[in-house]
Structure formats: structure tokens, C-alpha cells
């Protein structure tokens, strides 16, 4: 039988601006939870991502910069590829679609899906600007919304009441490419997709996952593909992207949203070309049963991802659809939505500079979107760190681990850590661990960061309750129990935030690298406390150095943040 395998994919960042902390809370760090979570257990894994680099809002904001398009889809590459570096998210693979290894995949799925009458013409109405002589597709058109009266409603949407456009209805309308009114109607043929023909087949899919995806997608899809499907067009008459592979067709690109979703196989294609693995990126990952496929998403990315690529998947044969599609809500800032235009924004890199990995990831994951939307504070970022992070897991590692280098230089003997996995204390914490295991594994990240702090604030109590500074004093074998059992619950606490919080988790460990192993951690990540009696079979002695390993945030410094947005 083979073994189960995990391909976990995380929403392809739009190479269009800066990302900010809506879009890491929305599905970045949550992948990379489960990714790291999943080969702690000794699963194996890809984790496979990339830009997003086609569509008329790039070529638009690229003219505005004065830039060829490609070099400005690589300048956003780089900059969201340095964010998740410094936020520690790590991809396997973060790929690009302006790449040709991705248009050769592209063109591969288009003649599949064709070949098999999933692709056909319609002729359908666009506008034209008479000056300079461009179709004026999405976002190349703003006019009067006809649903609400905004009079800068783009082309595809309107941002002031969120009418999806039909651009031919606008009125009082202006290219976006010249500033030109001089504006008319002309009929186009562009190639659509048939879903409308892959409708009972989609159903009989889709209706298996009532009882596995979340309450926030399942009823949601249900309701857009109950009666039908409907065809999409999939090409655009522009001049970036990937040329439709067939005759007579010069000047059409695949439209972004066809070509955007099979980055996912195109990357783990180049991937594995990459790192030399004899394995198939189709037979042995994208259509292999035994693999099961996960999409970590925002909840604007729902119809993509359970809808249309799941279609084009099956219908072009190339791809199983997906398992999983845990999506996430929205975060925002300080109650209201992320704008840079309105001022309303926090520039992620800076942030990261000024509150480092730990404490940023520490509070994303708190407050994580998964049910609902949520709200990213100021206030609440520094209460929750100093309090629960800081004065509750950084203090009692403190105070554990320089205690135990100040009376026992020599080392904690082996005997002193005898009882723990039986004790009470050590069956809770299994207990404890397998239930975190158990929520990862339900994509329940933000609960998961609870039972976390639970298991902290146990080892908290648990060193504060015995009390060794005044146990030294009467019994000091009974001191050295309690740092020994201390000792567990901190080397414990350094395995499970491995997925987490993956720097302060490297902190606490670098105090245990002499008796923890690799197979040891992923032993006891799984709930195997009976390991614990083997990490110390020879005791343990602190031997690093023991810093501060959380630094508090300072009021000053929230002040300013605060006072950085336009509230």
C-alpha cells in the first residue's frame, strides 16, 4: 500500500503590490502551520506556491510605474517572497506564472479541454476606445455604476457596493489606458469554458464534501452550482499573458483566473525538475489517489478553488480535484478594512522589522479568520504578547532554565526525571499534545495556538505551584525533581511550537540539542511521551547561555503605530 502523502498549496499572491497581514492571516500562515505540523508527524509533504502575474490590474499599474511587465511582475515577486522569508513561511517551491515553463502547462490543459468540447467561441459585447485603439476589457474601462451611482466603478467590479460589472452598462465612461471618453460598443469573439456541460459530473463530486469542508464553504457552493454551472469566458483580447494555442487567434491571451490555478501543477512540475526527484509531478502528486490535496484560501478565492479549477481539473483529466479547501474569512485593521489608499494600512516588511517573527506570527494565528472575520489590533498584539507570551511561556522558561544552571551546573541527574511520563502531569500532557495533533489535522490552527498557551500556562503553574526556591531551601532532591519535571515541560513546549512559532521554538530547543533528537521530536510532536524517558536517559545540563526569550512590546512604540493610521 502507498503511503499517504500531503500536497498543500496556499493562494498564489497577486504580483500587483504589497502584501499586508490580512493576506498572511488569510491563508499564508495557516498552510504553513499544517505544512510543518504534517512532517513533524514524519508525513511527507510539498508545499507549493508562486505569483500570480497576468491581468489587465498588472499591465495597468505596470504603464503607471513605466515599466515593461515582466520586470514589474519580478519586482513584486521578490518583495512577497522576502515578506514570507521573514514571516516564516517555507514554500518547497515559489514559482512564477510569467514563467515559460508554466505557459508550456497552460497550454497543455487548454488542448486537453478543448479536445474534449470543453472549450468553445461566443461572441459577446466589449468596449472600445477610439483614440488609442485598445479593447478595454475589466479593469481598462471606470464609469458610473448602474446599481449604485459610484462614479468610479471599474470594469469587472464596483468597489463601492460590490456589483460585479458588466463594463458595456457603464455609464459616463473613461479608458483607462489614455483618459479618453471616446468610447464605443463592439462585438468580440473570445473563448469560454463550458462548464455548464461538466454540471452532473461536478455534483457528484462536490456533494461527497458536505460533511468535510467548512460551514463557510460547502453551503456557499452549494448554492452557486445547485441548478448549474456556468460558462466563463477564459480569453481577452490584451497584449500579456499566454497566447491562445490555436490559429487565427493573434492578439488573444488566456485571461488570468484560467491560467492562475494550474500554477499550482506547473510549479510542483519545476519543482521536482528542480531537486532532481524521480518522482511524476502528475502520477506520483496531482492525480494520485493516495495524496490528499489541500487548498489553504481566503474566502474571495472560494469560486476558483471549489468550482472552477476543481472542473478543469477532472474535465481535462490532468489533475484530481481538491480534498480540502479550509478558507478563511477576512482580517481587518483596527475594525475596518486594509486600504493604502485611504491610509488605512500597515506595511508588513516595517512591522516585521519592528516586532520580529515571534510576535507577529504569535497574534496572527490568535486571531485567525477561520469561522468569521476578525480584526487585527494594536492594543491586543501588545496585550497578548506581553501577557500570555512573554510573562507566561518566555518567563517560566526563564526562570526554569536559569534556576537549573544556577544550582545544578553540573547537570540534573537522570534519576531526578524518573515518574514524569507516569504522573499525573505527564499523562495530561499527552493527553494535551494528542488533542493539538488532533485539531492541526481539522485545520482548527487557531485553536490549536490555544492549546499551546494551555500547555504553557500548565508548566507555568506547575513550577510556580511546587515552588523550587523555597524547595532548595528544606529537600534540594525535591528542587531537582521539580526542574527536571520543569525541564520536560520546557524541552515539550519547544517541540510543539515547531509548526508555530518556529524561532522561539529553535530558542528553547538550543538548550536541549545535546539529548533531543530529530526523530525524538517528531515522536513526542506526536503524542509519544514515552520517548521523554529516552531523551534523559543520561539527565540533562543547561549549558547555553539562557537569554530573554521574549522581549515585551512597549507603549511608546504602539502609540506610534496607532497613530500611523487614518482612523
Known amino acids: 500500500m502507498s503511503q499517504k502523502k500531503y500536497l498543500i498549496t496556499a493562494a498564489l499572491p497577486y504580483a500587483n503590490g504589497p502584501l499586508h497581514f490580512g493576506h498572511m492571516a488569510g491563508a499564508y500562515l495557516s498552510a504553513d502551520v499544517f505544512n510543518r505540523h504534517k512532517r513533524l508527524q514524519g508525513e511527507k509533504t510539498l508545499f507549493i506556491c508562486g505569483s500570480d502575474e497576468h491581468g489587465v490590474a498588472i499591465m495597468l499599474n505596470a504603464k503607471k510605474a513605466g515599466e515593461d511587465y515582466k520586470k514589474y511582475v519580478d519586482g513584486w515577486h521578490a518583495d512577497h517572497k522576502k515578506l514570507f522569508d521573514s514571516y516564516g513561511v517555507k514554500f518547497d517551491f515559489f514559482g512564477q506564472t510569467s514563467?515559460?515553463?508554466?505557459?508550456?502547462?497552460?497550454?497543455?490543459?487548454?488542448?486537453?479541454?478543448n479536445d474534449k468540447g470543453y472549450i468553445g467561441t461566443q461572441d459577446g459585447q466589449q468596449l472600445f476606445c477610439n483614440d488609442c485603439k485598445n479593447h478595454l476589457p475589466d479593469r481598462f474601462v471606470e464609469g458610473t455604476c448602474y446599481k449604485c451611482g459610484y462614479e468610479h466603478a471599474r470594469g469587472d467590479e464596483c468597489p463601492n457596493c460590490g456589483e460585479l460589472i458588466d463594463s458595456v452598462k457603464l455609464t459616463n465612461t473613461e479608458c483607462k489606458i489614455c483618459g479618453s471618453n471616446n468610447i464605443s460598443e463592439v462585438t468580440v469573439t473570445q473563448y469560454y469554458i463550458l462548464m455548464s456541460k461538466y454540471h452532473e459530473e461536478f455534483r457528484k463530486w462536490f456533494e461527497g464534501k458536505s460533511d468535510i469542508w467548512r460551514k463557510t464553504v460547502f453551503p456557499y457552493v452549494d448554492s452557486l452550482t445547485k441548478e448549474n454551472l456556468h460558462d466563463r469566458a477564459i480569453t481577452r483580447d490584451l497584449d500579456w499573458g499566454i497566447d491562445v494555442p490555436l490559429p487565427n487567434t493573434e492578439g488573444k491571451k488566456l485571461y488570468v483566473w484560467f491560467d492562475a490555478p494550474i500554477g499550482y501543477v506547473s510549479n510542483t512540475k519545476k519543482f521536482l525538475e528542480e531537486s532532481g526527484s524521480s518522482e511524476d509531478y502528475l502520477k506520483d502528486w496531482w492525480q494520485n489517489e493516495d495524496v490528499e490535496l489541500t487548498h489553504f484560501i481566503g474566502k474571495d478565492n472560494i469560486i476558483f478553488h471549489t468550482i472552477i479549477f476543481p472542473m478543469m481539473s477532472m474535465a481535462s483529466g490532468f489533475a484530481k480535484p481538491a480534498d480540502r479547501v479550509p478558507a478563511n474569512q477576512f482580517l481587518n485593521l483596527e475594525g475596518?478594512?486594509?486600504?493604502?489608499?485611504?491610509?488605512?494600512?500597515?506595511?508588513?516588511?516595517?512591522?516585521?522589522?519592528?516586532?520580529?517573527?515571534?510576535?507577529?506570527?504569535?497574534?496572527?494565528?490568535?486571531?485567525?479568520?477561520?469561522?468569521?472575520?476578525?480584526?487585527?489590533?494594536?492594543?491586543?498584539?501588545?496585550?497578548?504578547?506581553?501577557?500570555?507570551?512573554?510573562?507566561?511561556?518566555?518567563?517560566?522558561?526563564n526562570r526554569c532554565l536559569k534556576f537549573t544552571q544556577k544550582n545544578w551546573s553540573e547537570g540534573l541527574d537522570a534519576k531526578f526525571f524518573d515518574g514524569f511520563v507516569e504522573s499525573e502531569y505527564g499523562q495530561n500532557l499527552k493527553k494535551d499534545i494528542q488533542e493539538l495533533n488532533e485539531l492541526v489535522d481539522g485545520y482548527q490552527i487557531k485553536k490549536a495556538i490555544e492549546k499551546v498557551m494551555f500547555i504553557g500556562q500548565s508548566a507555568n503553574n506547575f513550577f510556580s505551584d511546587s515552588a523550587p526556591w523555597a524547595q532548595i531551601k528544606e529537600n534540594k532532591d525535591l528542587a531537582a525533581k521539580t526542574l527536571a519535571y520543569s525541564s520536560i515541560y520546557a524541552m515539550s513546549l519547544?517541540?510543539?511550537?515547531?509548526?508555530?512559532?518556529?524561532?522561539?521554538?529553535?530558542?528553547?530547543?538550543?538548550?536541549?540539542?545535546?539529548?533531543?533528537?530529530?526523530?525524538?521530536?517528531?515522536?513526542?510532536?506526536?503524542?509519544?511521551?514515552?520517548?521523554?524517558?529516552?531523551?534523559?536517559?543520561?539527565?540533562?545540563?543547561?549549558?547555553?547561555?539562557?537569554?530573554?526569550?521574549?522581549?515585551?512590546?512597549?507603549?511608546?512604540?504602539?502609540?506610534?503605530?496607532?497613530?500611523?493610521?487614518?482612523?
Open 99 to 113: 514563467a515559460d515553463y508554466h505557459a508550456e502547462e497552460v497550454v497543455k490543459w487548454f488542448h486537453s479541454l
Open 336 to 397: 475596518k478594512q486594509f486600504s493604502k489608499s485611504a491610509g488605512h494600512y500597515v506595511d508588513a516588511h516595517k512591522a516585521h522589522e519592528e516586532f520580529g517573527q515571534t510576535a507577529l506570527r504569535y497574534y496572527l494565528l490568535s486571531i485567525l479568520p477561520e469561522a468569521t472575520d476578525s480584526s487585527f489590533s494594536w492594543e491586543q498584539l501588545q496585550a497578548k504578547v506581553n501577557n500570555e507570551l512573554a510573562n507566561n511561556i518566555g518567563n517560566f522558561m
Open 494 to 567: 519547544g517541540v510543539i511550537m515547531k509548526p508555530f512559532l518556529p524561532v522561539l521554538s529553535d530558542q528553547i530547543l538550543n538548550h536541549f540539542e545535546k539529548v533531543l533528537s530529530d526523530d525524538n521530536a517528531s515522536r513526542l510532536y506526536k503524542g509519544d511521551i514515552e520517548v521523554i524517558k529516552e531523551i534523559f536517559e543520561n539527565g540533562h545540563s543547561v549549558e547555553t547561555k539562557v537569554d530573554a526569550l521574549v522581549p515585551k512590546i512597549e507603549d511608546e512604540l504602539i502609540k506610534q503605530k496607532l497613530s500611523e493610521l487614518n482612523l
